[in-house]
């Protein structure tokens, strides 16, 4: 029998490095007791990282100097989002970032939200939750969220082939068949360019 630190590790370790996470994602293996534990234990050892009270990562290491990198802000949303229940989608600033399709490294990651609007200082940045009524948000990829808000950011007369070679770039190309289908909530021309990318990157 696995002990439950054991079970807690190997779970970080199958989400890989950038992870973010709460004890609320690994309660299906043991007590809160033994949970609280097994996390406190894996910090005290820098195995993973406290990112804010009560939630962690796993981080990543530059190549370059052999040191942890800052937190993925966008980990840190989705395990905020797991740990309370809150639907979110990026902003449309923010899917750009991750997306690739803007150069700039925000102060701000921006997330919308059906919870409460709410402001985290992690590091030198902000990770900043707005509360909306979220009209586009049942889409079962991530990805599908990240090319909408990227894409009405833009506007249909920006997307142009540099735009779907990023966009194509950013994502494998199975993803874009299954995206297809993710979407048909998305503005038509929103679904009519993701339709397009896909019949060009897997036809």
């Known amino acids: 029998m696995q002990s439950v630190e054991n079970k807690v590790i190997s779970r970080i370790y199958g989400n890989q490095r950038g992870w973010a996470f709460s004890k609320n994602d690994f309660l299906d293996l ?3 007791a033994l949970i609280r534990k097994a996390l406190s234990s894996l910090e005290s050892r820098a195995t ?8 962690y990562d796993y981080p990543k290491v530059s190549s370059l100097i052999a040191e942890p990198m800052g937190p993925d802000l966008d980990q840190v ?3 905020l989002a797991r740990k309370y229940a809150w639907r979110i989608q990026p902003s449309e600033n923010t899917a750009l970032n991750l997306l690739g399709l803007s ?16 402001t985290y200082e992690i590091g030198k940045r902000q990770l900043v939750f707005k509360k909306r009524s979220l009209k586009e948000s049942g ?19 920006r997307i142009d082939a540099d735009v779907r070679k990023k966009l194509t ?3 494998p190309a199975p993803v874009w068949k299954r995206m297809v289908r993710d979407a048909k909530t998305a503005p038509a021309w929103v679904h009519e360019i993701i339709r397009r990318i896909s019949d060009e990157v897997y036809p």
């Open 48 to 55: 993973i990282r406290r990112v804010l009270r009560g939630l």
């Open 139 to 157: 889409f079962k990829q991530r990805e599908s969220e990240l090319v909408v808000q990227a894409l009405k950011a833009l506007g249909k007369d």
């Open 169 to 171: 770039e950013a994502i």
């Open 77 to 79: 949303a989705r395990a």
């Open 30 to 32: 043991g007590s809160d």
């Open 103 to 118: 150069t700039q490294v925000p102060a701000q990651a921006v997330y919308l939200s059906d919870g409460p609007s709410k």
